[in-house]
Nanobody, 126 residues
Framework: QVQVVESGGGLVQAGGSLRLSCTASGLTFDGYHMGWFRQAPGNEREGVSCISWIGGTYYADSVKGRFTISRDNAKNTLTLQMNNLKPEDTAMYYC????????????????????WGQGTQVTVSS
């Protein structure tokens, strides 16, 4: 019954911006950690940015200062504003929801996240 759908990826020039969106349904959205993850060919899936149900945030060092995560609990949506994109940002980006509600542990590792979208491709040209 839980459905996670992300959108907003595309092809962009280096230095450009994209805004990714995610909608999660079938759960009490405001009670779950949410996150954006990415995986490029040959690399492990990594946490890009996560936001807790309280509103605390995490950013990978590689994107800090360039990406901003936010959530709108009234609309069950999660966004990732990506600015000053670089070729190394090229990857499949996934939206995910923690498997446990009201989790007192906040992590942006993929393991604790149990519900995943199908992904949206981000390609940054050089």
């Amino acid at each position: 019954q839980v459905q996670v759908v992300e959108s907003g990826g595309g092809l962009v020039q280096a230095g450009g911006s994209l805004r990714l969106s995610c909608t999660a349904s079938g759960l009490t959205f405001d009670g779950y950690h949410m996150g954006w993850f990415r995986q490029a060919p040959g690399n492990e899936r990594e946490g890009v940015s996560c936001i807790s149900w309280i509103g605390g945030t995490y950013y990978a060092d590689s994107v800090k200062g360039r990406f901003t995560i936010s959530r709108d609990n009234a609309k069950n949506t999660l966004t990732l504003q990506m600015n000053n994109l670089k070729p190394e940002d090229t990857a499949m980006y996934y939206c995910a929801v923690d498997r446990q509600n009201y989790n007192h542990i906040f992590s942006c590792a993929p393991g604790p996240f149990g519900y995943w979208g199908q992904g949206t491709q981000v390609t940054v040209s050089s």
